[in-house]
């Protein structure tokens, strides 16, 4: 066997808007998460794991790149729409073009959403192959929809193969793509990035999962992420090759929590929030033999940090001229070592709404449109989220000399990434990449079959939201 197998398989697994308090082994009482749990107990299970961003695209571009939103020019970028001139700058380096380097084949199944024109795709990413929808589930064509999107478009590398696919059947076409280039004979060893289609709305699920949910469309979609999970299992000890595989589990951010039956307990806020519930995501990390099972981390970690922690795990170079914000893992992970991030900056968009050292932290502002009211709202809060997970209990005037601690590292972030809100500019920030002629990958046409698909929205009783 050569010196590249040796390498561990990874199998990166990112839900949409799935909460913290959604599986079973984060205290779900609502939502079946054996295969999850499963997991979990065959891993460790990171308690303070965070997301970059609060939405979907900057999110996602900050997991793959290794660095915060605003460095590679996402502040002002949080969500992609279809036909967009941005996207990921071609310049950049992700997870997966490192990983070729050191001889992987790659693949993403689902969602993209960091650009869906031509160079902004994952083949242009260090992807070789890809598969899915390139953004969101609802920004495809819909009945009674204010928003008239062109059809939603199923990409296979580079060309639309179907457009308004349907949506309850996607997740199991998408696990059927994993299990088929797992099981493909290799020299090489395999980076997977499955990016799941749930639980983001409108909730288009399959008649057995919703029939076994406790937790109507939501429980179902929940279901259904268990279920590809145990699949992407149980292929991998089929081929022998489950204790050579690194399998992480996450979310791009935290739950709606609009009723549909998410829930990002404890946690206080949702979803585009800054609050925990917003950026604060479960996070599962498995490798048998080399992870020790039914860990817990504790320390501060974000998805940001996976592009150094695999880096270090398969031998593959960090760019040796690009600033990046990711810290390896890879201590803490295989030899229970204290995470070594100390501080964490939340950003909603190009504002600095928080700042996390240790176990405090401190608020600065929340930025909210509400109709006929300010864009932002100052405040000043601190909290300690070891002692008051959920942020009740505001101690601000009580440690004058914590804030001025988490005052200057505030600074330090406003230095490197600037804060609109104060009308600051950071020194380090790279250019968003943008296309001179963007062109929606569909156009309407009301005589195309794809009308076969065309949901009206008030008639699907497995749907939400």
């Keep these: 066997m050569n010196d590249r197998r ?53 999110s996602r571009a900050a997991m793959l790149t290794g660095c915060y939103p605003q460095r590679i020019g996402f502040g002002n970028y949080q969500v992609l729409f279809p036909g967009q001139a941005q996207g990921l700058n071609p310049k950049e380096r992700t997870i997966a073009r490192q990983l070729k380097e050191v001889g992987y084949d790659t693949k993403i199944v689902g969602k993209w959403h960091c650009g869906d024109q031509p160079e902004f795709l994952p083949t242009r990413h260090g992807f070789d192959e890809y598969f899915g929808i390139p953004f969101s589930n609802d920004m495809g064509r819909q009945a009674n929809n204010a928003f008239k999107h062109p059809p939603l478009p199923l990409l296979r590398n580079e060309e639309v193969i179907q457009q308004q696919p349907d949506q309850r059947a996607i997740t199991e076409r998408y696990v059927d793509e994993c299990l088929q280039f797992m099981r493909r004979k290799r020299e090489n060893p395999f980076f997977l990035y499955l990016a799941h289609m749930y639980v983001h709305v409108p909730l288009f699920v399959s008649k057995q999962f919703l029939e076994s949910s406790r937790n109507g469309a939501y429980g179902g979609a929940v279901a259904c992420i268990d279920w590809a999970t145990g699949m992407i299992d149980a292929e991998l000890s089929r081929l022998g090759i489950r204790d050579e595989t690194v399998v992480i589990f996450t979310s791009d951010n935290g739950s709606r929590a609009r009723d549909e039956g998410g829930s990002n307990a404890p946690l206080r806020g949702t979803k585009a929030q800054t609050w925990e519930g917003g950026q604060r995501v479960p996070c599962i990390m498995r490798w048998p033999g080399k992870i020790a099972g039914g860990t817990t981390c504790e320390g501060i970690a974000a998805s940001i940090d996976l592009f150094a922690t695999l880096a270090e795990l398969t031998g593959a ?29 939340y950003y909603k968009g190009a504002n600095l709404e928080a700042v996390r050292k240790g176990d405090w932290k401190l608020h600065f502002c929340k930025t909210e449109r509400t109709p006929g009211g300010p864009e932002s709202n100052v405040i000043a809060e601190l909290y300690n989220l070891r002692d008051d997970i959920g942020e009740t209990t505001n101690v601000y005037e009580q440690h004058p000399d914590i804030v001025r601690e988490i005052e200057a590292e505030a600074e330090e972030f406003r230095r490197l990434f600037g804060d609109q809100r104060l009308n600051r500019t950071g020194s380090e920030v790279r250019d968003i990449g943008v296309c001179s002629d963007p062109k929606p990958l569909t156009e309407y046409d009301e005589n195309h079959p794809y009308m076969i698909a065309y949901y009206d929205l008030a008639d699907m009783p497995t749907m939400s939201g």
């Design 6 to 58: 040796q390498k561990p398989n990874i199998i990166l697994i990112n839900c949409d808007d799935l909460g913290y308090g959604d599986l079973g082994c984060y205290g779900s009482t609502r939502n079946d998460t054996p295969y999850i749990d499963r997991l979990a107990a065959g891993g460790v299970r990171f308690t303070d794991f965070y997301m970059a961003s609060p939405v979907c695209s900057a």
């Design 317 to 345: 170079p960090l760019p040796p001229d690009t600033a990046i914000d990711s810290i390896s893992l890879a201590d803490t992970v295989l030899h229970g070592k204290p995470a070594r991030r100390t501080t964490f900056a």
